[in-house]
């Protein structure tokens, strides 16, 4: 299935990168981040709000983002442009590359060369790829240099592809010398 290219999706895509940059930009006061415009498009991972997964976010829908909580988001939003791209190897980046980074699938995958190799597998073509969507982000810091990110995905392709896929994934991000990278990937 190929990208839509709508006036409301690239509105949409504009109107939250620049709500990241104006974020990333503003005084604590200023950074309450404002829910992503209402469109007929599919939401994707940059109009998802990080959140910190506390009780009082519940009843606060509107969280300031700190900088660690757009890195991590970043991260995820550069995945789905990639994968959107047909872009295995981009797609990766947001992997460490260490043969202590695991994928937990169907099977256990152990180090990021068999996690590519994985991948390249499973995904010859670009059709069989499909379109990623990324939603319900929610990323918590647990110190300087580790931080956890939940949410669901979408992929959407042709029954001929594999058809539509649907699940939830949880991911341990290490900052690293290279920005924030997935350790471990948890994908139901």
């Not at 647990?142 to 896929?165: M, N, Q, W």
Request: proline share 5%.
């Amino acid at each position: 299935m190929q990208r839509s290219t709508s006036r409301a999706i690239t509105f949409s895509v504009v109107a939250a990168l620049f709500c990241l940059l104006l974020v990333a930009k503003s005084t604590p006061a200023q950074a309450a981040l404002q829910p992503p415009p209402q469109s007929d498009a599919a939401p994707r991972a940059q109009d998802s709000v990080p959140r910190a997964g506390t009780s009082s976010d519940t009843d606060n829908p509107l969280h300031t983002a700190s900088r660690a909580e757009l890195d991590v988001v970043k991260v995820l939003v550069a995945q789905e442009h990639a994968w959107n791209d047909g872009d295995v190897e981009g797609f990766m980046k947001g992997y460490k590359d260490s043969p202590e980074t695991i994928f937990i699938g169907k099977d256990v995958a152990k180090g990021y060369q068999q996690i590519f190799n994985d991948y390249k597998r499973d995904y010859t073509t670009r059709a069989s790829m499909g379109n990623l969507v990324y939603s319900e982000l929610e990323v918590t810091t647990l110190s300087d240099t580790f931080a956890i990110c939940i949410g669901k995905y979408h992929v959407d392709r042709t029954k001929k592809e594999g058809g539509p896929a649907d699940g939830l994934f949880s991911l341990v991000l290490e900052k690293t010398a290279e920005g924030w990278k997935i350790v471990l990937d948890h994908t139901t």
